[in-house]
């Protein structure tokens, strides 16, 4: 409605309306934990992190039109290697390191925010071509497109709630990988889009499938992710597998963007704009689907893997599972 009415900037200024007021209620009604030391911010390895990843980040997408042997795209490369490596050394060495080692040494934090990492990155994807394809090719309104996105949000919201009762019945492992299967499943469905296409026959089918696949996923690796963590430490794992799929998605992101550009581009040349679009969208929900089957194999292997070396393992009061 905001985009309708008076253009997408107005999204952005809507968010950071939202998180002044956030901001504001948390510092009044939030108390302060009384009791313990808080510790030091640690400064230098979020400065350090933040600009390896903005490095990244930058430059996967300026090597859509820069090219891959342009001189900045192989500094920024190279400089996000450095920086990740200076990262890794200043928390082994910090008291109060921003992500300290050990937190990957317990439970399966590893192992999920790998797998969330994964599932992000084909998961803001999703939120920016999908709507690219509503309005570009098929020709739909901002409200209309957004609309047309309710069934996937409806479908999100039954599958958080029937999330634990699937993981119940068939256990953790097996409800991570049917809920990956699933959204690949979505996106492989939506890899059949055509230029000349419709919503009811192209997009509400597959938009179903996705919603119920992501939500589950999302679901499940975060319960992973916290799994078997000591109580001091369970809100740092809560808050970097977060992180961890932000981090995925960004990077997703610019990488399937540059995919998408490169394939529209080599098909204009001898196809019209919405063809050419649409050749580009259908790439990058062939390759998203091809990623989650790689990582529903992955899920499968890793949660076995840590289950069996989590019942081998005697565990203590600290690191007695705690709930999700």
Do not use: K
């Not at 313990?36 to 997408?61: I, K, N, P």
């Not at 809100?235 to 992180?243: M, Q, S």
């Not at 799929?245 to 997703?252: E, Y």
């Not at 998203?288 to 565990?315: E, F, G, I, N, Y």
């Amino acid at each position: 409605m905001l985009t309708q009415a008076w253009g997408w900037p107005w999204i952005f200024h809507a968010v950071a309306l939202g998180a002044v007021l956030v901001l504001a209620a948390v510092a009044a009604l939030v108390p302060r934990t009384a009791g313990r030391e808080a510790g030091r911010f640690d400064l230098l390895g979020t400065a350090t992190v933040t600009l390896a990843l903005t490095c990244l980040v930058w430059s996967l997408t300026t090597a859509r039109g820069a090219g891959w042997s342009d001189g900045r795209v192989l500094g920024a490369l190279g400089a996000a290697a450095a920086l990740l490596a200076a990262f890794a050394v200043i928390e082994r060495r910090r008291p109060d390191a921003l992500i300290p080692p050990r937190l990957f040494t317990t439970g399966q934090v590893a192992a999920g925010n790998l797998l969330m990492a994964l599932l992000g990155s084909v998961w803001i994807a999703l939120f920016y071509f999908l709507p690219l394809y509503q309005q570009q090719v098929l020709g739909s309104s901002p409200l209309a497109t957004g609309a047309g996105q309710l069934p996937l949000a409806g479908a999100n919201m039954l599958g958080a709630t029937l999330a634990p009762r699937i993981s119940r019945r068939i256990g953790g492992p097996a409800a991570v990988t049917a809920a990956l299967l699933t959204e690949a499943a979505g996106l492989m469905w939506l890899s059949r889009i055509s230029a000349d296409g419709s919503y009811l026959a192209d997009l509400l089918g597959p938009s179903i499938l996705i919603g119920l696949g992501l939500s589950i996923a999302f679901v499940q690796l975060t319960a992973l992710a916290v799994d078997g963590v000591p109580r001091e430490d369970a809100g740092l794992a809560g808050g970097l597998v977060n992180t961890t799929r932000q981090v995925g998605g960004a990077i997703g992101l610019a990488a399937l963007a540059t995919l998408a550009g490169s394939v529209t581009a080599h098909a204009s040349t001898r196809r019209p704009p919405p063809e050419a679009l649409t050749a580009g969208y259908r790439t990058v929900f062939a390759v998203a689907a091809a990623v989650l089957l790689a990582t529903a194999l992955l899920a499968l292997l890793l949660t076995r893997r840590t289950s069996r070396r989590t019942a081998t393992t005697p565990t203590g009061p600290a690191s007695d599972p705690q709930p999700a």
